[in-house]
């Protein structure tokens, strides 16, 4: 029998939504600044769409575009700025940058407390050691998805595959906030449909289109594809979904699976950084009489 499909995007329109239910209630509405360095095609569709969502969400578009050839200092200089600026409640740092700049050190000078991608070591750390903070967005919509469709997280076997500071190592640490018993996969480990086979949740953001088949999945399982790959036909991900969907329970389809959720958990993490800065998150009531 076929599993079911879990909807991202519908579950992005909810997360959406209330959002900007939220927003509409505050007197002092979030910014967020997306920097654009230079003329990326893929990175000027990815911004534009963050920018377009904010205004639709009543979040200020407080957008910079520098051009290609920007110097490490020139635009250490802004992104300092834009952290210090009591207007600006969120940066976002678009990568990949031109080879001449070194991207960590430059999200280092974004304050934690405005790190929407939550990539900085400060943010990492926050993580790690599960205090407060912004975390990054993919697997934040990962953990929706999952909480939207009520999968069991508390003593359950998930296998993640990949490891990256983008996405498996942060998706990691939040399973096991969440008391999942979970195995982080890379290129080194030994045996992966074994390992895979074993998991109630089994969660691929290897980057590799098509690494996952039937094989590697038990029978009644969930299967989250996070991978993204432009093909001839379209895109796909890491996953043989059509083999797949006649394994598993619950599966994400690609597109519209985890994808949609990446800018609403943006929406969400700007609104998360006017809490963590003191936001007032709804207008006082009136004074009655
Ligand atoms: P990455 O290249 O930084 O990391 C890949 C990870 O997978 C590494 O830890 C690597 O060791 C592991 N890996 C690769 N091949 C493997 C294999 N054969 N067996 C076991 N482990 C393997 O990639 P990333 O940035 O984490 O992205 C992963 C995928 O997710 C990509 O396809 C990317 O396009 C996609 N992605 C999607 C979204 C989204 O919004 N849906 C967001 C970010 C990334």
């Known amino acids: 029998m076929s599993a079911e499909l879990i909807d991202g995007k519908k579950v992005a329109a ?20 997306t920097i654009l360095v230079g003329e990326n095609p893929a990175s ?10 904010c205004t639709e969400l009543g979040i200020r578009d ?11 200092a020139e635009l250490a200089s802004l992104i300092i700025g834009l952290g210090e600026d009591p207007d600006v409640t969120a940066v976002l740092l678009q990568l990949p940058l031109p080879k001449h700049l070194d991207p960590q050190q430059l999200i280092e000078l974004i304050p934690a407390d405005k790190d929407v991608d939550g990539l900085s070591i400060l943010s990492g750390g926050r993580l790690a050691k599960h205090v407060p903070g912004l975390y990054p967005c993919t697997p934040l919509g990962v953990m929706e998805l999952l909480d939207s469709y009520y999968v069991q997280l508390a003593g359950t076997d998930v296998v993640v595959v990949g490891r990256s500071n983008l996405v498996g190592w942060p998706l990691a640490q939040m399973l096991l906030q969440r008391d999942a018993t979970v195995t982080s996969c890379h290129k080194g480990t030994r045996n992966l449909v074994r390992v895979c086979r074993h998991a109630d949740v089994l969660i691929v953001a290897a980057g ?17 594809d996070v991978g993204i790959h432009r093909t001839a036909h379209g895109i796909t991900g890491d996953v043989v979904f059509d083999e797949v969907v006649e394994v598993a329970d619950l599966i994400t389809p690609v597109p519209g699976g985890v994808g949609p959720m990446t800018i609403a958990m943006l929406m969400r993490n700007t609104l998360r950084a006017a809490e963590l800065q003191g936001y007032e998150l709804a207008n006082p009531a009136p004074a009655t009489g």
């Open 14 to 33: 909810r997360v959406r939504d209330e959002v900007a239910r939220t927003i509409a209630r505050m007197p002092v509405k979030p910014g967020l600044a």
């Open 44 to 53: 000027a569709i990815y911004v534009a769409s963050k920018r377009r969502t």
């Open 62 to 72: 407080l957008h910079r575009h520098v051009p290609a050839d920007i110097s490490q």
């Open 208 to 224: 590799e289109q098509g690494l996952v088949d039937a094989s590697f999945v038990r029978p009644g399982a969930t299967v989250i």
